[in-house]
């Protein structure tokens, strides 16, 4: 059984409560965070509620894996898309990673926070031309890097038959070269559109930062994880 204990921060704000379990505790628990913005976006939030790392700041480090020995708790950065892959095998017990590889990479964990931040839309883009073959149903041709949310999207939602190419970086290419007519991707700021002339068709679904939890770690660790999940609720 897990002891926690919630304790003020230094700034005694009394919305800032620190996240801490019993010294006792043997087990590390352990987070998968995907590499860049949204890793830095998801220390700030944990440190507003006691959890830092400070070894995690260090931009120049080229170590994997940080932990904080006080709480026991571990972090490693990773790809985005093996986010996912390490909670569903148990390699971590929590990951912060998007919505869109979650949906993409379809594992089982269970998804139990939206964090709220890395906001944006998955969408079907491409040149104003294109809106027509969308309309009609035609046979096109899709690039994308989610495959996968790009079936799911024609064939199970808008029952189109369409040629699903993966490219893996700098998507809007597609249509301007003309290896595919459309691309369902990430939209932003909508800049890396307007920039090469391209445009939102149709919007698939919003997406954000999400915590997944592993389904063992869950049952196992069910008292530490849901004091995780209510204190960062507080703070988003
Ligand atoms: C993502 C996405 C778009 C762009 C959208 O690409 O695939 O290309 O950001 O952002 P915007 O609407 O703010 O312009 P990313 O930067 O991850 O690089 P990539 O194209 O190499 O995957």
Excluded at 27 to 53: D, N, P, Q
Excluded at 213 to 219: D, P
């Amino acid at each position: 059984m897990w002891n926690y204990c919630l304790l003020r921060s230094n700034d005694g704000s009394p919305a800032a409560s620190e996240w801490k379990e019993n010294m006792s505790t043997e087990r590390y628990l352990t987070f998968a965070l995907g590499k860049g913005r949204l890793a830095s976006k998801t220390m700030e939030l944990f440190e507003k509620i006691g959890i830092t790392c400070e070894e995690m700041k260090d931009k120049h480090s080229r170590k994997l894996i940080f932990v904080n020995e006080e709480y026991k708790l571990r972090f490693f950065l990773a790809k985005s898309p093996d986010v996912p892959t390490y909670v569903e095998y148990g390699a971590a017990d929590i990951g912060v990673v998007g919505k869109d590889t979650i949906m993409e990479e379809n594992r089982r964990v269970y998804e139990v926070l939206d964090l709220g931040y890395g906001k944006c839309r998955m969408c079907v883009c491409g040149p104003g031309s294109a809106k027509d073959l969308l309309k009609h149903h035609e046979m096109i041709r899709v690039a994308s890097k989610y495959p996968n949310i790009a079936k799911d999207y024609f064939y199970n939602k808008k029952h189109q038959t369409v040629d699903i190419i993966k490219l893996n970086g700098s998507v809007e290419l597609g249509p301007i070269v003309k290896l595919s007519d459309v691309i369902v991707d990430i939209v932003e700021t909508g800049s890396t559109l307007q920039e090469n002339g391209l445009e939102v068709l149709e919007e698939i679904c919003p997406l954000s930062a999400r915590m997944i939890v592993n389904q063992v770690s869950m049952q196992m660790e069910t008292e530490r994880i849901r004091k995780l999940i209510h204190d960062l609720k507080k703070n988003l």
